[in-house]
C-alpha cells in the first residue's frame, strides 16, 4: 500500500474512531447550545436575560471568568440537583450566559447605566456655601510652609521692655527655658533688677492657619497654667483671662468643613509662672487627644470662613460610592436650616461683603445703598447658579424683593437680602447643578456645562471666577482649554481634599474609626498608637500621591513606613529622629512588608477583637482593590471561635468554616487573596508562627480574564497588585465614579478602556488620571 493511502486510511481510522466516541456522548461538546441549556434548566429561576425571577430577585450577573463560572455552575446550579448540569453543558451555559448578559461588559450593553440628574451631595453642599462666602472676601495665603508664626513680647503690665521675638514654629508645645533658639533676657533675673521692675511677663501671640482634614466637630485643648484665649475662624473657641489655681487645661469644640484652612489666634494674657509654658491640643472627629500637628497648621493668613452648622441626612452609598440621589423631607429641611443660617451670615458681615471691588466697607448695614444691595445679590447668586443671570432670573431671585411693597412703601435693605439668598440657596438651580445649564443656549450651556463638572469633580464645590470667566470667553467645551484650567486646579487644596477622601474610600477608612483590641493578649495597643497607625497611613498616602511621579504601583510596592518613636518601638523598625513625637520613613524588611495593603493600620482594621480575619482583608482585597463583585453570603455564619478548635489556625478554622458548596462560589477568591496577609497578627505586627506553628500565607488569584497566579506571602501579594489590570481597571472606575458621581460605564466602555491605557502609558501617574477623568467627565455630551 502506498504510504499516502496509508496515512490516509489510518486518518481515516482515527476520524471514524473519534466521530464513534462522541456518537456515545449523550452531549456531545459542539452539541451544546449553551441558550437552550440555560432556556431548559436555568431560566424559570432567573429569568431569561439573567434578571432574576420570583425565587432569585438578584440579577445573574458578576465579573467571574468563564471557567470558574462553569465551576459554579456546575457544583451548585441547579439548587436541589446540580448533577443535572455538568461537564459540557456547564462550560456551554456558562459561556453563554457570559457573553449574554453576565460580565460587567454584557450587563452595560445589555442594561446600559445611564447619567442622572442629581442634587448636590452633602459635601458638595457644604463646600459650596463656603465657597460662596470666600467669594466675597480676601483669598486666602496658602503656601508651603507649615507651622505658625509665634510673637513673643516681654511686658510689665502692658508696657514692653524689649523688642520682640518672632518665629516659626512647627506646633504649639513649648516650654521658654527648653528652647534653644530664645535669647536669655527674658529669663535672666538680672533683666528684672536692671529695669526696676517686681516682675516681666512673657506674652505669647500665635497666628496662622489650622487645616480640618474632614468635617466634623474638633475638640481643642490647651495646656497651660497662663491666663489664654483661642480663636479659630472667628470664633472664641477657648475664654480663659481668668483661671483658677486648680485648672491647668481648658477646652472647647467647634465644627469644621473638611479640607480647608481656619485662621487660628492664641494669645497669652498673662503668666502665671517664672517660665512659659503652653501646648495646643485638638481631637479630631473619631480621633484621639493630641498636640495638633505640624502637617496640619500652616502660618499664612487666611479670612473668616463660613462652617455650616446644619445637620444632613447621609447620602446614599448603594451603588459603591457618594450620589445626590435620595431627597427627602429630611434633606429638605437640612437645606432650608443651611440657608437661613448663611442669610443671617452674611447679614451679619453685610457691610464688608456688599462692598463693590477695591471699596472700603460701609460703617453700618443702614449705610448699604439699596443699588449695591441689590448688586451683592446679584453677584451671589451668579455665583450660587455657577452662570450669568438672565434679565428674567435677576428679577425672579433678586429684583422682585426689592421692590416697592403694595403700600407704597420700599422694603428695609436687610430684608430684601435675606429673602433674595433664601430664594437663591433653595433654588434648584443651587442644588441640581445641572438644571442650571438648561436654560442656556447651546455654546454657552456646553461651556459653562464644563466649567460647573470640573469643580465639581476636582473640589466638590462652586466654579471660581476665573472658571467662570473662562467659561464665559467661549471655547471651554474644547478639550485643551478644559484641561488647562483641570491643570490649574490641580494644585488647590481643595483638590487635595477630594483625593484624600477618595482614598478613605478605596481603602475603606472610614470604617475603622475606633480600633481596640483585647488588653490581656495586646496590652501595649491603644487608641494612641492606632492614631499613630493612621497618621502614618495617611502621610504615605499623601507622600506617593503628590510627589514626582504619584505612582499608583509605589502604593503596594513602597519599601519605607512612617513612624514615630512610639509606633517603631511597637513596630520593632528604627526611628532616626531626636523628636520621639516626629514621623520619620522608617526602612522595613521587604520580605516582610510592602506597601498599603499590609500597613499596620490596615491588616489591623481588617481583623477581628483577638484574631486575623482573612475573610474580612480578602473581601477588601477582591471588592475594594481588585474591583471584584461579591454576592452576600447565602446566610449568617458566626466565626468558629479560637477556643472551641485551640489545635486549629485561623487559616485552618477559616478553610473549616468556608467549606461548604454555596460558600466557595466567593469564598475561592475571598480566602486565597486573605491568606496571603497572615503573617500580620491583629494589631499588624509581624508574625512567623501561629500556636506554635509555622504561618502558612500562600494563597492564589483567578483574574476576570481567567489567568491564574500563586502567591505566597505579603510581597507576592504586592508585586501582584501593582501589576494587576484588574487593579488597573478598577482604580480607575472608583476614581471615576469619586469624581464625578456617576457609574462610569454610563460614559461609555471604550472611554473607561481609553483612560486605562492613558493611566498605563503615563507611568500610573495618579494626579494625571484625575485630570483626565476630570476632563473627559466635563467635556462629554
Not at 112 to 139: C, G, H, I
Not at 192 to 213: M, T, Y
Not at 291 to 304: D, K, M, N, S
Not at 500 to 520: G, I, K
Request: net charge negative; aromatic share 8%.
Amino acid at each position: 500500500m502506498p504510504a499516502s493511502l496509508f496515512q490516509a486510511s489510518r486518518s481515516a481510522k482515527w476520524l471514524i474512531a473519534l466521530l464513534v466516541a462522541q456518537a456515545t456522548l449523550a452531549t456531545p461538546l459542539w452539541a451544546v447550545d449553551g441558550a437552550a441549556v440555560y432556556s431548559q434548566k436555568c431560566a424559570d429561576c432567573h429569568g431569561p436575560t439573567g434578571q432574576g425571577g420570583d425565587d432569585y430577585s438578584k440579577p445573574l450577573a458578576g465579573d467571574l471568568p468563564v471557567s470558574e463560572l462553569t465551576r459554579v455552575i456546575a457544583s451548585t446550579m441547579p439548587e436541589g440537583d446540580p448533577e443535572a448540569c455538568i461537564a459540557a453543558e456547564a462550560e456551554a451555559v456558562a459561556a453563554y450566559a457570559h457573553a449574554t448578559f453576565y460580565s460587567p461588559l454584557a450587563q452595560a450593553r445589555v442594561r446600559p447605566p445611564r447619567r442622572e440628574l442629581s442634587r448636590l451631595t452633602v459635601r458638595q453642599y457644604e463646600q459650596s456655601l463656603a465657597d460662596l462666602f470666600a467669594e466675597f472676601r480676601s483669598r486666602p495665603a496658602w503656601g508651603d510652609d507649615s507651622g505658625l508664626r509665634c510673637v513673643f513680647e516681654a511686658k510689665f503690665n502692658v508696657t514692653p521692655v524689649a523688642d520682640p521675638i518672632e518665629l516659626v514654629a512647627p506646633q504649639i508645645d513649648l516650654k521658654l527655658s527648653d528652647r534653644d533658639d530664645f535669647p536669655d533676657r527674658y529669663l535672666d533675673p538680672a533683666v528684672l533688677k536692671s529695669s526696676g521692675k517686681e516682675r516681666i511677663d512673657v506674652h505669647l501671640h500665635v497666628h496662622g492657619g489650622v487645616i480640618a482634614p474632614t468635617t466634623g466637630d474638633y475638640e481643642f485643648l490647651i495646656r497651660s497654667r497662663n491666663s489664654v484665649q483661642l480663636s479659630i475662624n472667628g470664633v472664641a473657641v477657648i475664654d480663659a483671662r481668668v483661671r483658677s489655681d486648680s485648672d491647668d487645661e481648658v477646652r472647647g469644640k467647634l465644627r469644621l468643613i473638611g479640607g480647608r484652612a481656619y485662621r487660628l489666634e492664641l494669645r497669652t494674657a498673662r503668666t502665671r509662672e517664672d517660665d512659659l509654658q503652653i501646648a495646643l491640643l485638638w481631637k479630631r472627629p473619631d480621633g484621639v487627644l493630641e498636640v495638633l500637628a505640624r502637617r496640619f497648621l500652616t502660618p499664612g493668613w487666611f479670612p473668616v470662613s463660613h462652617a455650616t452648622t446644619a445637620k444632613f441626612p447621609p447620602d446614599d452609598r448603594s451603588v459603591g460610592y457618594v450620589r445626590g440621589a435620595n431627597v427627602s423631607a429630611a434633606w429638605d429641611e437640612a437645606t432650608t436650616n443651611a440657608a437661613l443660617e448663611a442669610a443671617q451670615a452674611v447679614i451679619a458681615d453685610l457691610p464688608a461683603l456688599a462692598k463693590a471691588p477695591g471699596e472700603e466697607p460701609r460703617p453700618s448695614i443702614d449705610a448699604i445703598p439699596r443699588d449695591a444691595a441689590i448688586g451683592f445679590c446679584k453677584r451671589f447668586a451668579e455665583a450660587a447658579f455657577r452662570r450669568p443671570l438672565d434679565d428674567d432670573e435677576v428679577g425672579r431671585y433678586v429684583g422682585r424683593f426689592f421692590e416697592p411693597l403694595a403700600t407704597g412703601v420700599a422694603p428695609v435693605v436687610v430684608e430684601g437680602v435675606e429673602l433674595s439668598l433664601l430664594s437663591i440657596l433653595k433654588s434648584p438651580l443651587f442644588l441640581y447643578p445641572e438644571a442650571a445649564l438648561l436654560s442656556l443656549p447651546l455654546e454657552p450651556r456646553r461651556d459653562y456645562g464644563v466649567s460647573t463638572r470640573l469643580a465639581l469633580g476636582l473640589w466638590d464645590s462652586a466654579p471660581d471666577r476665573q472658571l467662570r470667566k473662562r467659561a464665559g470667553q467661549g471655547g471651554l467645551a474644547e478639550p485643551a482649554a478644559a484641561r488647562a484650567q483641570a491643570e490649574r486646579m490641580l494644585g488647590d487644596p481643595r483638590t487635595r481634599s477630594k483625593l484624600a477622601e477618595f482614598f478613605e474610600h478605596w481603602l475603606r477608612l472610614q470604617n475603622a474609626a475606633q480600633l481596640s483590641r483585647d488588653p490581656t493578649l495586646f496590652p501595649d495597643f491603644n487608641s494612641r498608637i492606632a492614631a499613630d497607625m493612621r497618621a502614618s497611613l495617611e502621610m504615605l498616602l499623601d507622600d506617593v500621591v503628590w510627589s514626582a511621579d504619584g505612582d499608583l504601583r509605589t502604593l503596594f510596592l513602597s519599601e519605607e513606613l512612617y513612624a514615630n518613636r512610639r509606633l517603631a518601638d511597637f513596630l520593632g523598625v528604627a526611628h532616626a529622629s531626636d523628636d520621639p513625637e516626629a514621623f520619620v520613613r522608617a526602612p522595613v524588611d521587604t520580605r516582610e512588608r510592602a506597601g498599603v495593603v499590609s500597613h499596620p493600620y490596615i491588616v489591623t482594621a481588617f481583623s477581628y477583637y483577638r484574631d486575623t480575619s482573612p475573610i474580612h482583608r480578602g473581601v477588601f482585597l477582591a471588592r475594594h482593590v481588585l474591583g471584584r463583585s461579591l454576592r452576600p453570603p447565602p446566610e449568617a455564619v458566626a466565626p468558629l471561635a479560637p477556643e472551641l478548635a485551640p489545635d486549629m489556625t485561623t487559616r485552618e478554622r477559616v478553610t473549616t468554616q468556608t467549606s461548604p458548596g454555596a460558600c466557595q462560589a466567593c469564598h475561592v477568591l475571598i480566602n486565597d487573596l486573605g491568606f496571603t496577609l497572615e503573617h500580620f497578627d491583629a494589631v499588624g505586627r509581624y508574625r512567623r508562627e501561629e500556636i506554635g506553628r509555622p504561618i502558612d500565607a500562600s494563597g492564589g488569584y483567578i483574574a476576570t480574564d481567567g489567568g491564574t497566579v500563586r502567591l505566597s506571602g505579603a510581597r507576592d501579594l504586592a508585586n501582584f497588585l501593582a501589576t494587576s489590570e484588574d487593579v488597573h481597571r478598577s482604580f480607575v472606575t472608583q476614581l471615576f465614579e469619586h469624581v464625578t458621581k456617576q457609574p462610569a460605564l454610563a460614559y461609555g466602555v471604550e472611554t473607561r478602556e481609553r483612560l486605562l491605557r492613558d493611566f498605563q502609558a503615563n507611568g500610573f501617574n495618579i494626579r494625571d488620571l484625575l485630570v483626565d477623568i476630570a476632563v473627559t467627565a466635563a467635556v462629554a455630551e
